[in-house]
């Protein structure tokens, strides 16, 4: 089992820059396909990113944040990271990483086992 805790998340500008940390415990994240979720308050919580499990050389991103974000991965640490530029008011939402134990790329909140707590973005226009 695997313990996911999330930072990183603030007050930005639109057009500004976040990135947010999911360290782990517990199990090595090498033996995960991870992912980055978000929810904003009254909407289901949305599928952003996700890496695969074998090495995290896959990655998949959302249409609403592709060429925006970075999902990225130090083994040293056991940490994920969402790499967050030229962010936008609809940005504003928690964001949850995921760990799932399959193989491929997950992007439905069904596939994924481990949540962390989430952390708050809020960006201001």
């Known amino acids: 089992q695997v313990q996911l805790v999330e930072s990183g998340g603030g007050l930005v500008q639109a057009g500004g820059s976040l990135r947010l940390s999911c360290a782990a415990s517990?199990?090595?994240?090498?033996?995960?396909?991870m992912g980055w979720f978000r929810q904003a308050p009254g909407k289901e919580r949305e599928f952003v990113a996700t890496f695969s499990r074998n090495g995290g050389s896959t990655t998949y991103y959302a249409d609403s944040v592709k060429g925006r974000f970075t999902i990225s991965r130090d083994n040293a640490k056991n940490t994920v990271y969402l790499q967050m530029n030229s962010l936008k008011p609809e940005d504003t939402a928690v964001y949850y990483c995921?760990?799932?134990?399959?193989?491929?790329?997950?992007?439905?909140?069904?596939?994924?086992?481990?949540w962390g707590q989430g952390t708050q973005v809020t960006v201001s226009s």
């Open positions: 995921a760990a799932r134990g399959g193989y491929g790329l997950g992007t439905t909140t069904e596939e994924y086992h481990y």
């Open positions: 517990g199990r090595t994240l090498s033996s995960y396909g």
